[in-house]
């Protein structure tokens, strides 16, 4: 009688003790992991991505537990991909892309990324065409024939240059001689005659745009107002933007073009407590995220929900109600 008694108790034992450890499971899974180095991931050297994401890693470094680091990557949506399989924590990308990966369209045609969550709008992904002037090219559709970067494969900037061209009823292989390169390496071929024209979607002011307009033989040119339409209709998205006269060297009148919201996102499983810390830190930090780029003159509260397309983590969701923002309109 005494051994069955102990059995029972030992099995009663076991029976709670492992009742007990499936729910810590559930919440820890709930609550996500917080992660000892952390990714965040920019795009090329040299374009706004991969600054902020580099000012980003300085400034949490400083005030955050963990050791953050910058990544350069091809684009968005690698990314996309990237943070979906846990290669990184933190990144940058358009909007529309984003939600197209969640969704499992357009470059994600049926494979809809899941681990992926919005965290806040960032600034406007501006849409500069340079151009060299002797080429002949005075509005976009005159790159008809001519050789044009268009950004890595996969990139943001090569799904930005395909629906320009597709705008303007030009196939990005037949149309034009494509060549597949980053804002760096195209500014080199500029330089040196190798191409007439690049396609280069970024914050207004990034240092890549800003070297090659520093000589008078480039220039940016602006968009019409029809072809604008055009593209809003086959990306929302998108919204009509003016880059202000002076903005850069040896550009006297201001440019008509376009634009898309750019937002920081994040892996859905971690934490809500790190997301929250994070964008605290950021927030309260503007004025050293200026020093890095001035396009996070954007960083603000009440922009905080522009162009939102993909849900928010829920760590952003307390943050922003927190803050008083309204985070379901």
């Known amino acids: 009688m005494k051994k069955t008694i102990f059995i029972l108790f030992f099995s ?3 029976i709670l003790s492992g009742c007990t450890s ?6 820890n ?3 996500g992991e917080d992660p000892d180095f952390i990714s965040i991931l920019g795009a090329s050297d040299g374009g706004t991505f991969f600054l902020l994401a580099n000012g980003m890693a300085d400034l949490f470094n400083n005030e955050l537990d963990g050791d953050f680091s910058a990544q350069t990557t091809s684009g968005t949506n690698d990314i996309i991909e990237k943070l979906d399989d846990g290669e990184g924590e ?3 990308a358009q909007a529309s892309m984003a939600e197209d990966a969640v969704e499992g369209e357009g470059f994600f045609d049926d494979n809809p990324q899941d681990n992926i969550v919005g965290l806040s709008y960032m600034y406007p992904n501006v849409m500069h065409i340079v151009v060299n002037k ?3 090219i005075k509005e976009p559709s005159d790159m008809e024939g001519k050789t044009v970067g268009v950004g890595e494969p996969g990139g943001g900037v090569e799904v930005d240059s395909k629906r320009l061209l597709d705008a303007l009823d030009l196939d ?5 001689d494509a ?3 980053t804002g760096d390496q195209g500014s080199d071929m500029l330089r040196n005659n190798q191409m007439d024209a690049l396609i280069m979607p970024g914050g207004i002011g990034a240092s890549n745009t800003v070297e090659i307009l520093s000589s008078d033989d480039f220039e940016v040119i602006p968009v019409p107002e029809d072809l604008i339409e055009d593209l809003i209709e086959l990306n929302p998205a998108y919204l009509e933007l003016e880059i202000p006269a002076e903005t850069y060297p040896n550009q006297d009148e201001a440019i008509q073009t376009y634009a898309e919201a750019n937002w920081l996102y994040a892996r859905e499983d971690l934490s809500d407590d790190f997301i929250y810390d994070v964008l605290e830190t950021l927030f309260d930090n503007q004025e050293k995220m200026l020093e890095v780029h001035d396009s996070m003159e954007n960083l603000e509260l009440d922009k905080s929900q522009n162009n939102k397309l993909v849900p928010l983590h829920p760590g952003a969701k307390e943050f922003f109600e927190d803050n008083d923002v309204d985070v379901d309109s």
Do not use: A, M, Q, R
Request: without cysteine; aromatic residues 8%; charged residues 35%.
């Open 90 to 92: 933190l990144g940058f």
């Open 22 to 27: 499936g729910n810590n499971t559930e919440k």
């Open 134 to 136: 002797k080429s002949g």
């Open 29 to 31: 899974t709930k609550e």
């Open 12 to 14: 009663l034992l076991f």
């Open 179 to 181: 060549e597949h390169v």
């Open 172 to 176: 990005i292989e037949d149309d034009i």
